[in-house]
């Protein structure tokens, strides 16, 4: 039975930064992709940012040189690191395991690849 336990959402004020945690337990396959997204209220939910089982990353381009997307596999942990955080920022944040290893670009940020996603961690920016 797969687990994922997400934390670090927060409040912050805008320039500030945080970082998410998301730990991966009972993962049938031995290697996958991992993908953050998030959704605002009324709209539909986006695709943050990507890393590939070989650590290959692709971000969306309204945080690219802000956030970092990392993570551990020796804890199956995925990370992603937001700095000058911006009122439009604000989300729920949500981190997503795809069985598949390696996505194709255009593939990365489509839900239905992903079979296990997070509770959710709301991220709020102040302005």
């Known amino acids: 039975q797969v687990r994922i336990v997400e934390s670090g959402g927060t409040s912050v004020q805008a320039g500030g930064s945080l970082r998410l945690s998301c730990e991966v337990s009972?993962?049938?396959?031995?290697?996958?992709?991992m993908a953050w997204f998030r959704q605002v209220s009324g709209k539909e939910r986006e695709g943050v940012a990507y890393?590939?089982?070989?650590?290959?990353?692709t971000y969306v381009d309204s945080v690219k040189g802000r956030c970092t997307i990392s993570k551990d596999n020796a804890k199956s942990i995925l990370y992603l690191e937001m700095n000058t955080l911006k009122p439009e920022d604000a989300a729920m944040y949500y981190c997503?395991?795809?069985?598949?290893?390696?996505?194709?670009?255009?593939?990365?940020?489509?839900?239905?690849?992903?079979?296990?996603w997070s509770q959710g961690t709301q991220v709020t920016v102040s302005s």
């Open positions: 009972g993962y049938t396959y031995s290697t996958y992709s």
């Open positions: 997503a395991v795809s069985s598949v290893v390696y996505l194709a670009y255009s593939e990365r940020f489509k839900e239905d690849y992903y079979g296990s």
């Open positions: 890393i590939s089982s070989d650590g290959d990353t």
